[in-house]
Structure formats: C-alpha cells, structure tokens
C-alpha cells in the first residue's frame, strides 16, 4: 500500500495561483501513475491530471488543460499540481491518488481543500 499525503491547499482570489504536493510514501515502487482528483460539494469526484512515475508522461482533462501542470519529482517521491488562472468553480478538495500499472487507482490522500474567492 502506498501511503499519500497531500499539502498546499488554501484561500485563493480568482485569477491566483497555488502549488498541491502529494508525498508518496510505503511502497512506492509498485506506482505506475499518479493523479489528481477533485470533488466540490454535492458533486461527483472529478479527475483532473496524471503523471507516470517513468517517463513523466502526462494527461489533463479539457477543464483544466494549459491552467493545471502535473509534475514529479521521483527522488522526493512526490508530485505536485501547479494551479493558475484560478477561479471560483475551481473550489474542492483536491486529492491525488496512486495506481499500478494496468489497474485503478487504490491508493488515497486524505484532500486538501482549495478555495477560490471571487
């Protein structure tokens, strides 16, 4: 089991940017992948990036592509969220998440929660 742990959250004027860290930790080595998730309240959880731990390959889904930035930092075993251009309905906590290769992801942060001022 992989253990995650998600930091950075905060209060945040729309327009704004911030970074979430995930630290991964436990066995790392069997980690295909990792995400970020988001869920706003009263709303189903939504993917947002991935990144693979090997060749840092990427993908985003449309609501966030060219704002969001994944990235990895495979000696510190962590992966970051770069936020910009915030806004209001950006509003959630925010999770990554693990998985091994060809399976869903199992492993879970606990949230961080981020929220857009207008």
């Known amino acids: 089991q992989v253990q995650l742990v998600e930091s950075g959250g905060g209060l945040v004027q729309a327009g704004g940017s911030l970074r979430l860290s995930c630290a991964a930790s436990g066995r790392t080595f069997g980690s295909y992948a990792m995400g970020w998730f988001r869920q706003a309240p009263g709303k189903e959880r939504e993917f947002l990036a991935h990144i693979t731990w090997s060749t840092g390959s990427t993908y985003y889904t449309d609501s966030v592509k060219g704002r969001f930035t994944i990235s990895r930092d495979n000696a510190k075993n962590t992966v970051y969220l770069q936020m910009n251009s915030l806004k209001p309905e950006d509003t959630a906590v925010y999770y990554c998440?693990?998985?091994?290769?060809?399976?869903?992801?199992?492993?879970w942060g606990q949230g961080t929660q981020v929220t857009v001022s207008s």
């Open positions: 998440a693990s998985r091994r290769f060809g399976l869903t992801y199992d492993s």
